[in-house]
């Protein structure tokens, strides 16, 4: 069955009196090369296991099934578990969740599918994520340390965009920093808004994370790290003297003695710094905060 063609989505949708959800960002994909370079830049083995987040009406499970030794896939909607369990009957390596990926253990699922034995290599996350969520989805798979070595989605092209800018620019911001901290970042392929049904209103474009092993920076907390992203790029306008003051408590002279620590020109703004300067200033407050 030619899942991706419209048709086929067509004939779906009536036997079962689907209707697609707009609210859970329901736009499947209609082009089998699109499909073909997500699985391909993936990089999956045969010995692998992939977790899908949101697999629709199952066009991405399928061609993943054919490259990897099981499949997990999560779906929220539960109209479309039947829909599944049809479209992907002839694969005997699928399993699909009825549930909210935002809810989901993935470590718990990992650990289930290796005890299992249904798979003994590395574990890939794929998805044509749903936009409203992307975000939300990625930072939890992060922070959660769900052993995954990649995951390779597709989302809103201003989102990627976003991921994977360097200092400098306006689309550099908290989350191009807290992913590159935690993952390498390549684009897979671009995809036009005309490759989905419905079309939605925006490009899109795949991209693919590599959990790093290590992070790219030392920190002594975390935590520090982070208040100061989430500060820094809250008021991006702001000089850093300005918009790191309160960071983990600390008055305006204690910022500017961190800045001068750290020679960082205090006139400067979040969206200039790198990773490594992130992590010098972090590193300061957090010796400044415990003197
Ligand atoms: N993978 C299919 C494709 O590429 O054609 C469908 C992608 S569609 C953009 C997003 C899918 O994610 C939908 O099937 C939707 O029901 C599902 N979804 C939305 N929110 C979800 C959530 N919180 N957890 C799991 N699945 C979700």
Do not use: W
């Not at 419209?6 to 089998?32: A, C, V, Y």
């Not at 620590?261 to 200033?281: C, M, N, P, W, Y």
């Amino acid at each position: 069955m030619k899942l991706y063609a419209p048709s086929t989505i067509q004939q779906i949708r009536e036997r079962h009196n689907f209707e697609l959800s707009k609210s859970l960002g329901q736009n499947f994909i209609t082009d089998k090369s699109i499909i073909e370079k997500i699985v391909a830049g993936a990089g999956i083995g045969a010995d692998d296991l992939v977790i899908e987040i949101g697999p629709g009406i199952g066009v991405l499970t399928a061609e993943t099934a054919e490259a990897a030794a099981k499949v997990v896939a999560i779906e929220i909607d539960k109209k479309l578990i039947p829909i599944l369990s049809e479209t992907l009957r002839e694969y005997d390596n699928i399993r699909v969740i009825n549930q909210d990926i935002l809810k989901t253990d993935l470590n718990e699922i990992i650990d289930a599918e290796r005890a299992a034995g249904s798979f003994c290599g590395g574990v890939k996350i794929i998805g044509n994520l749903p936009y409203y969520i992307t975000t939300p989805i990625i930072m939890r798979i992060l922070e959660k340390g769900v052993a995954a070595d990649s995951i390779t989605i597709m989302m809103q092209k201003e989102v990627a965009d976003r991921i994977k800018a360097g200092p400098g620019g306006k689309t550099y911001g908290a989350i191009s920093v807290a992913v590159q901290y935690y993952c390498t970042v390549e684009q897979v392929v671009s995809v036009p808004k005309e490759v989905f049904i419905p079309r939605p209103k925006v490009d899109s474009a795949v991209l693919k994370l590599g959990v790093r092993e290590e992070h790219p920076v030392e920190l002594i907390d975390e935590r520090a790290f982070f208040a100061c992203i989430k500060a820094g790029f809250g008021q991006r306008r702001k000089t850093l003297l300005n918009s790191l003051t309160g960071v983990n408590g600390l008055s305006r002279d204690g910022i500017k003695s961190v800045l001068a620590k750290t020679g960082i020109d205090s006139v400067r703004r979040a969206e200039t710094l790198s990773i490594g300067e992130f992590a010098a200033i972090a590193n300061e407050v957090t010796i400044y905060s415990r003197r």
